[in-house]
């Protein structure tokens, strides 16, 4: 099974920051994956797939790039609709698997 | 439009078996993937397993002794059965899709809280 390492566990930001998360994948994914935003009690809503193809509807100042095995996700001038959890997911190959998360909270 | 809707009991007494109901509208389970992913709470998202287009089943290894997906295409109902259900297996259970080979889920469904307790 491919395991995703997400980092930071949590993250703090004030509106308008920039912050970056990523995730390290335990092989080479060939750019196969995507970025999840969760808000409580809600499903998560797909953000980026393919590295960093946006969704429809994904606001601009999200971001994604890398490949091999390391990614990142990034939101430019967070605003307060952002604070959420995120993940990121592998779909190279079953069992899809997720990163751990990583908790965005106001400064 | 596209929906997904779980459907199944709240709480489930330990070692029984849980059934749950994953309602599809708006596109052809012949068509599309369907899988099951669960979420303890405050915790992360696990995959448990797919139900293909074609009728194929796959399993996360974890939890293929006590699991099983089937479906209903004349109703629009993906079924997800596991038993001897123990206080970890508490959490949301989601149905997703995918629209096929090397994509990622697009919709899903609200979800639905279980809790396994005496």
């Known amino acids: 099974d491919i395991q995703m390492t997400q980092s930071p566990p949590s993250l703090s930001a004030s509106l308008g920051d920039k912050v970056t998360i990523t995730c390290q994948a335990s092989?080479?994914?060939?750019?196969?994956i995507a970025w999840y935003q969760q808000k409580p009690g809600k499903a998560p809503r797909l953000l980026i797939r393919?590295?960093?193809t946006l969704e429809s509807g994904t606001p601009s100042r999200f971001s994604g790039s890398g490949s091999g095995r390391d990614y990142s996700f990034s939101i430019s001038n967070v605003e307060s609709e952002d604070i959420a959890s995120y993940y990121c997911?592998?779909?190279?190959?079953?069992?899809?698997?997720f990163g751990g998360g990583t908790k965005l909270e106001l400064k | 439009q596209v929906q997904l809707k779980e459907s199944g009991p709240g709480l489930v007494q330990p070692s029984q078996t849980l059934s749950l109901t994953c309602t599809v509208s708006?596109?052809?389970?012949?068509?599309?993937?369907v899988h099951w992913v669960r979420q303890p709470p405050g915790k992360g998202l696990e995959w448990m397993g797919r139900m293909r287009y074609n009728g194929d089943t796959s399993y996360n290894s974890a939890l293929k002794s006590r699991l099983s997906i089937s479906r209903d295409t004349s109703k629009n109902q993906v079924f997800l059965k596991m038993n001897s259900l123990q206080t970890d297996d508490t959490g949301t259970y989601y149905c997703?899709?995918?629209?096929?080979?090397?994509?990622?889920?697009?919709?899903w469904g609200q979800g639905v809280m279980v809790t396994v307790s005496s």
């Open positions: 997911l592998q779909y190279v190959n079953l069992p899809r698997t």
């Open positions: 092989q080479n994914i060939n750019k196969y």
């Open positions: 708006g596109f052809s389970l012949t068509s599309y993937n």
């Open positions: 393919y590295t960093s």
């Open positions: 997703t899709r995918d629209r096929g080979y090397l994509l990622p889920y697009d919709y």
